[in-house]
């Protein structure tokens, strides 16, 4: 019974290697990047706080899905590497900072007064843990690193339910943003939390609409068509 | 770096300062041991203790009596009286508290408390809390420093005046400085020296405590220490005290019920260590509820024994144990929140000991004081006028050569993570829930010994980047720290209060109404008993 950890250390060379190591059983992922530390392997390095699931700190990649290590307990072969879309620091630790910068670039906060009876409507919302799991899992950050991604959108959903002033962040998640979704899901099957960001980012471009913006989509097709031809 | 007020610790404390202070025009920068995000505050779940005006003298009332007499009417009339305007400021950044059935906010009872005050957010309040508090953060521009591991406050010597903190940025392992006109130290509680006993995330070693005191600050009542009656066995994973308050049982493994579950926490932890110290098994029995009220009711923990004990709790019986929860002591402060011994640092939140949980702390009063206090820490040190900011000061060298020196000169021939392990597991049965004069003693002896060896201990990695075996050895060292004021502490308080329990002493001596405060001379300990203001 053993999983195999990639390791990354770029001062060293290789880089990158996989290591095996054996499984403790009955104790979950991050209990078991913990006795390898603690008793086989002091430099292995990862993430982990709260070990209930609510910190969001532990997101790893368990054989290509994103898993929380302290929510899940290692199977013979697992091959566990960082999460996808982010830079590698060193073994299993990643940056998370350029992709919790999307917060603030979709002004994902209350602006204007809050709306009480609107709180009901964001209670999954706003169990987000921000492991990144639903960000690591979307394929648009393959082909747009600008994506703002699934969490930012989600929280922008929120923020604009529960708020008056819901213009400020519409405004600024036009651009790489719900236009650029392609829908696919992938982000609601990843998050731990039961957060469905695909359903808040279809309820944005409704907002988008609204609020007078056009899903740029259609307008590059009505460009294309020539409707005068026929005429 | 430089900046007006340093905040050190990104939980509801940390953010709340950083808040008010940035509302007042400061320029402010708050430096993390990880994510923003990824503070304890996130772990609470039952919620928010807020009192209407009706209200407010029963709950001054009920947090002074749970206090056992080392309360301060003073700051507990503080905090509770600005109470609902804490709740209410949340609410204003969108933190969705949970609606009853006519749309007014939903709020419960705790234990200890005469009257429903206790506003929650589903079961995940802190952590709506504090990622409402991130998002107002950034809104409002407020810096972070991430992943900077606080290693020492900067104080001068003469004046003690502190104009900021050094810190291992654990990304490039550079040892650095981030001076301020004022610091604010907010790093959370210190029940993680109990490793393996607590419900506590990792890193709850009370750094910002030992560095307080190494810096020529005051820290006082380290001796009590609330455990929660009810945590998984193997995990330590808190099962919530909604569990016994809907009717759930506690039962022995000869199926008997040994204690009135509604008990306050401490009568119902002791219950429960007695049994075990009959080698008795204790379990918490919720199967009567049935499976639909529990997953309603107990969703996470319904997740977590299942992930964790691999049981179901609407079939099976719960095993627990009782695990070190929350710290009251921590660093003393006046009540404008600044550190006894110190000029111009303030500590807030579990770190400090405002004087407001005494004894022992009433449940959902933390969240509020972590709010409530939190803002008024801001303000405070705004208001502050620092007399030398820049003044040279040799702690920053002074700390690249003991960072140097575990690098270099610590031969790592003892494995700290076994003495931390042990440490953990020694305090539980010595220094936990119940106490007596020979346990704390032998404690005591084996933690020096552990001091003793310090140097023989130390890293196996030596990268510089994200060497987290380095942070857990700075982290050992400082619950070492810690764990010896408990101790101290425990040894001499010969009576019984609150959370702290001496089966040799059992009962209530009010030659001990006072406060233990510790503070450090020529690098030795000291302690002594200071009266109750
Ligand atoms: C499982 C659980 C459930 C709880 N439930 C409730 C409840 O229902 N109601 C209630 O009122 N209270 C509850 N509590 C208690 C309450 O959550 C805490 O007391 C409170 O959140 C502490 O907040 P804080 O801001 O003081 O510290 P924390 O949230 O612990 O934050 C400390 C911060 O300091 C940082 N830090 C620490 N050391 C360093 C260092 N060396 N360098 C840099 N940064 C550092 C940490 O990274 C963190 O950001 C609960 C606690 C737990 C563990
Ligand atoms: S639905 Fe949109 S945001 Fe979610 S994973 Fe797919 S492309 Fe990404
Ligand atoms: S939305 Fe879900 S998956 Fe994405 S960061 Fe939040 S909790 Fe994680
Ligand atoms: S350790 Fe906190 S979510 Fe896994």
Redesign the interface.
């Known amino acids: 019974m053993k999983i195999t950890i990639k390791r990354f250390?770029r001062?060293k060379e290789p880089q990158s290697i996989d290591m095996n190591y054996p499984i403790f059983e009955?104790l979950?992922l991050l209990?078991n990047f913990i006795k390898i530390?603690?008793?086989i392997d002091?430099?292995l390095?990862?993430?982990?706080?709260?070990?209930?699931?609510?910190?969001?700190?532990c997101s790893v990649m368990v054989n290509g899905k994103t898993t929380l290590a302290c929510?899940?307990?290692p199977k013979d072969g697992d091959h566990i590497e960082p999460l996808n879309y982010h830079e590698v620091?060193?073994?299993l630790?990643v940056d998370?900072?350029k992709a919790?910068s999307t917060?603030?670039t979709s002004?994902?906060?209350?602006h204007g007064?809050?709306i009480?009876?609107n709180?009901?409507k964001?209670?999954v919302q706003?169990?987000?843990?921000?492991c990144d799991s639903c960000f690591a899992s979307c394929p648009v950050m393959a082909v747009n690193e600008n994506f703002l991604g699934p969490f930012a959108l989600s929280?922008v959903y929120?923020?604009t339910t529960?708020?008056s002033d819901s213009k400020t962040s519409i405004d600024a998640i036009q651009q790489n943003g719900v236009w650029d979704c392609t829908l696919c899901g992938e982000c609601t099957l990843a998050c731990p939390q039961g957060i469905d960001p695909k359903m808040d980012i279809m309820n944005l471009r409704s907002r988008s609409v609204q609020s007078g913006y056009m899903d740029p989509n259609m307008q590059n097709m009505n460009f294309g068509l020539d409707f005068t031809q026929g005429f | 770096m430089t900046t007006d007020i340093l905040i050190i610790g990104s939980g509801g404390a940390g953010l709340s300062a950083a808040l008010r202070a940035k509302e007042l025009g400061a320029d402010v920068i708050v430096a993390t041991k990880t994510l923003p995000t990824n503070a304890n505050t996130c772990m609470a779940q039952g919620g928010f203790n807020a009192s209407s005006s009706e209200d407010i003298q029963i709950h001054i009332d009920d947090t002074l009596r749970s206090s056992r007499g080392l309360g301060s009417s003073i700051m507990i009339d503080l905090m509770c009286k600005s109470s609902k305007t804490s709740l209410d400021w949340l609410i204003n950044l969108g933190v969705p508290f949970s609606l009853d059935e006519n749309g007014d906010f939903a709020n419960r009872f705790m234990g200890g408390s005469t009257n429903k005050r206790t506003y929650y957010a589903e079961d995940y309040t802190g952590l709506k809390i504090l990622q409402g508090l991130y998002d107002e953060c950034l809104k409002n521009d407020i810096k972070f420093q991430t992943n900077r591991y606080l290693l020492n406050l900067i104080a001068d010597e003469e004046t003690k005046e502190v104009s900021g903190a050094t810190f291992l940025d654990i990304g490039s392992g550079n040892i650095e400085e981030i001076r301020a006109k004022s610091v604010i130290v907010a790093t959370g509680g210190y029940s993680g020296v109990y490793h393996g006993f607590t419900t506590n995330g990792f890193g709850s070693s009370g750094d910002g405590i030992a560095a307080t005191v190494r810096a020529g600050g005051i820290a006082s009542d380290l001796e009590f220490v609330q455990f929660h009656p009810t945590a998984l066995k193997k995990s330590s994973i808190l099962i919530s005290e909604a569990a016994r308050g809907e009717g759930g049982y506690l039962v022995n493994s000869d199926g008997i019920r040994f204690v009135d579950e509604l008990l306050p926490r401490d009568e119902v932890s002791r219950a429960i260590s007695n049994e075990l110290n009959q080698n008795k098994e204790v379990f918490l029995d919720v199967r009567h509820l049935g499976s639909e009220k529990l997953s309603h009711l107990l969703p996470q923990e319904l997740k977590l024994c299942k992930i964790h004990e691999n049981i179901d709790m609407a079939n099976d019986l719960i095993p627990i144990k009782s695990v070190a929860h929350y710290t009251m002591g921590g660093i003393e402060v006046d009540q404008k929140l600044q550190v006894s011994g110190l000029k111009g640092c303030f500590a807030v939140g579990e770190c400090s000991n405002a004087h407001i949980h005494g004894a022992n702390r009433l449940g959902g009063n933390s969240l509020l004081e972590i709010i409530s206090m939190g803002l008024a820490a801001g303000e405070n040190a705004v208001n502050y006028e620092s007399k030398n900011v820049l003044k040279d000061n040799s702690q920053l060298s002074k700390d690249k050569a003991f960072i140097n020196a575990i690098y270099s000169n610590f031969t790592n021939q003892i494995n700290f993570y076994e003495k931390r392990e042990f440490l953990g597991k020694i305090l539980y049965h010595n220094a936990g829930v119940i106490r007596n004069d020979t346990g704390l003693k032998g404690v005591l002896a084996a933690l020096r010994q552990m001091q003793r060896e310090f140097t023989f201990m130390g890293i196996s990695d030596k990268s510089k980047e994200f060497n987290t075996n380095l942070i857990d050895f700075i982290e050992f060292g400082n619950a070492l720290e810690v764990a010896e004021m408990l101790l101290v502490g425990a040894l001499h308080r010969n009576e019984s209060r609150g959370s702290h329990f001496r089966e040799d002493f059992p009962g209530l001596n009010d030659t001990f109404k006072s406060h233990s405060i510790f503070w450090k001379e020529d690098g030795v300990l000291c302690a002594q008993f200071k009266d109750v203001k």
């Open positions: 250390d001062r009955g979950t209990e530390k603690t008793t002091p430099t390095v990862f993430n982990g706080i709260c070990r209930s699931g609510v910190c969001g700190s929510s899940y307990k620091k060193r073994d630790i998370k900072s919790h917060l603030e002004r994902a906060a209350i007064d809050v009480v009876e709180f009901l964001v209670t706003s169990d987000c843990i921000l929280r929120k923020y529960i708020g």
